[in-house]
């Protein structure tokens, strides 16, 4: 009995019938089956956590736009597939944006982006790094809210999202005002306070691959200039003083304008050679150019490197944090 219910899972649980189906009805150009195809190769090993590298999707689908999801969501329900979303690929949890035998949705070739100058409203597609958004918006003077550090993706804001810009204007899905999504039965729907409202609320913080995929987001942009910004690194014999620091920062500023990320690590420093393996590096970010006195209880304390100064605002995101190193061979 439970064989013949197991073989029945195995027969509607079939990944190459989709990967058939997704090869032919969206081409060549837009699926990737053999795990030697250099983009499969890319979408397996570009998570943030390299333990995730080892699962192996049975294929990669590169969407161009809604109607591609919408058909690849249709193959993956009739097949029964597994299935993964990936944007930027730094959620760090198991299968939440990899899959094992499944087919991986890779939403980096939904790259679009666009500024309407009368509105202020920001669209862009799921596919581009919180850097990159932040470089294309600096020509019209304004940004989008979203991650502090430049490679991490927009799946960031469907969980809420933390920016450097956020004690003046909310998560980064606060900033959310009409969002494209394609639900699981392919239906592509708007979700804004308006149209399918209960939906908007749910995405706005509720997780990624949580209620379907959005494949436009439209936000309020802000205004952005020079900000005062840099990083300073410490050794971790001051670990006290940094998080007395942090601590008051955190009871006693009241200037919305200033932003701290703490960061104790492991550091691999191979251009600075510093003889380091650990430290702790703070990220400081003023939205203005004079930040009065907001970051004095870190300059304070002695440090080995301190690279404040006048900043545009992609550039105190620009550091890489290191990638988390497998923990051993799989
Ligand atoms: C180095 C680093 C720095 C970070 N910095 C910050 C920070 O400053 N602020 C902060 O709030 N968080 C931060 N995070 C956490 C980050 O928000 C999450 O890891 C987030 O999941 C990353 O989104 P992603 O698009 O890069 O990842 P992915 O792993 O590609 O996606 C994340 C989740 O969302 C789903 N998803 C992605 N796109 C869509 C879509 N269009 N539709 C439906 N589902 C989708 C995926 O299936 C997955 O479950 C950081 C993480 C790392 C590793
Ligand atoms: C792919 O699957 C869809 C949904 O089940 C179906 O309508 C379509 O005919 C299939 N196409 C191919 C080429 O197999
Ligand atoms: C950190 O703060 C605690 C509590 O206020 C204090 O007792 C301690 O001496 C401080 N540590 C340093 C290194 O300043
Ligand atoms: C710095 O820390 C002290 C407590 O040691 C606190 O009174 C002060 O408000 C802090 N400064 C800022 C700008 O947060």
């Given at each position: 009995m439970s064989s013949l219910v197991f073989g029945l899972l195995g027969l509607l649980e079939d990944p190459s019938a989709a990967c058939r189906n997704l090869t032919s009805s969206l081409g060549i150009e837009r699926t990737?089956?053999?795990?030697?195809?250099l983009r499969y190769i890319n979408s397996r090993n570009?998570?943030?956590?390299?333990?995730?590298?080892a699962y192996a999707p049975a294929c990669v689908v590169y969407p161009e736009d809604a109607q591609d999801v919408s058909l690849a969501l249709k193959v993956i329900k009739a097949t029964g597939s597994r299935f993964a979303i990936k944007a930027?690929?730094?959620?760090?949890?198991?299968?939440?944006?990899s899959v094992d035998d499944g087919v991986l949705i890779d939403?980096?070739?939904?790259?679009g982006k666009y500024y309407d100058e009368h509105t202020t409203l920001a669209t862009y597609e799921p596919g581009s790094s919180w850097g990159d958004l932040y470089d294309f918006y600096l020509q019209y003077g304004r940004t989008v809210v979203g991650?502090?550090?430049?490679?991490?993706?927009?799946?960031?804001a469907l969980g809420g999202g933390m920016s450097y810009l956020s004690p003046q204007?909310?998560?980064?899905?606060?900033?959310?005002?009409e969002l494209e999504v394609v639900l699981p039965n392919g239906d592509i729907v708007t979700a804004s306070s308006t149209q399918n409202p209960d939906l908007f609320f749910g995405l706005r913080g509720g997780g990624?691959?949580?209620y379907g995929v959005v494949t436009k987001y439209t936000v309020q942009s802000r205004p952005i200039g020079t900000l005062y910004a840099g990083n300073l690194l410490y050794i971790l014999d001051h670990h006290e003083k940094i998080l007395n620091a942090t601590r008051d920062f955190i009871l006693y500023?009241?200037?919305?304008?200033a932003a701290i990320l703490m960061n104790f690590n492991v550091l691999t420093t191979p251009d600075l050679?510093?003889?380091?393996d650990q430290a702790c590096l703070m990220f400081l970010v003023y939205d203005g150019e004079d930040p009065g006195d907001a970051f004095a209880n870190f300059t304070a304390i002695p440090y080995l490197l301190n690279t404040l100064g006048p900043k545009t605002y992609p550039q105190p995101c620009r550091q890489r944090v290191p990638h988390r190193r497998a923990p051993g061979r799989r």
């Amino acid at each position: 009995m439970s064989s013949l219910v197991f073989g029945l899972l195995g027969l509607l649980e079939d990944p190459s019938a989709a990967c058939r189906n997704l090869t032919s009805s969206l081409g060549i150009e837009r699926t990737a089956v053999s795990p030697l195809d250099l983009r499969y190769i890319n979408s397996r090993n570009s998570y943030w956590n390299q333990k995730l590298n080892a699962y192996a999707p049975a294929c990669v689908v590169y969407p161009e736009d809604a109607q591609d999801v919408s058909l690849a969501l249709k193959v993956i329900k009739a097949t029964g597939s597994r299935f993964a979303i990936k944007a930027a690929g730094h959620n760090t949890n198991d299968l939440f944006s990899s899959v094992d035998d499944g087919v991986l949705i890779d939403l980096t070739h939904m790259t679009g982006k666009y500024y309407d100058e009368h509105t202020t409203l920001a669209t862009y597609e799921p596919g581009s790094s919180w850097g990159d958004l932040y470089d294309f918006y600096l020509q019209y003077g304004r940004t989008v809210v979203g991650g502090r550090i430049y490679d991490v993706g927009t799946g960031l804001a469907l969980g809420g999202g933390m920016s450097y810009l956020s004690p003046q204007y909310g998560m980064a899905c606060d900033s959310f005002r009409e969002l494209e999504v394609v639900l699981p039965n392919g239906d592509i729907v708007t979700a804004s306070s308006t149209q399918n409202p209960d939906l908007f609320f749910g995405l706005r913080g509720g997780g990624g691959n949580s209620y379907g995929v959005v494949t436009k987001y439209t936000v309020q942009s802000r205004p952005i200039g020079t900000l005062y910004a840099g990083n300073l690194l410490y050794i971790l014999d001051h670990h006290e003083k940094i998080l007395n620091a942090t601590r008051d920062f955190i009871l006693y500023n009241q200037d919305p304008k200033a932003a701290i990320l703490m960061n104790f690590n492991v550091l691999t420093t191979p251009d600075l050679d510093l003889g380091l393996d650990q430290a702790c590096l703070m990220f400081l970010v003023y939205d203005g150019e004079d930040p009065g006195d907001a970051f004095a209880n870190f300059t304070a304390i002695p440090y080995l490197l301190n690279t404040l100064g006048p900043k545009t605002y992609p550039q105190p995101c620009r550091q890489r944090v290191p990638h988390r190193r497998a923990p051993g061979r799989r």
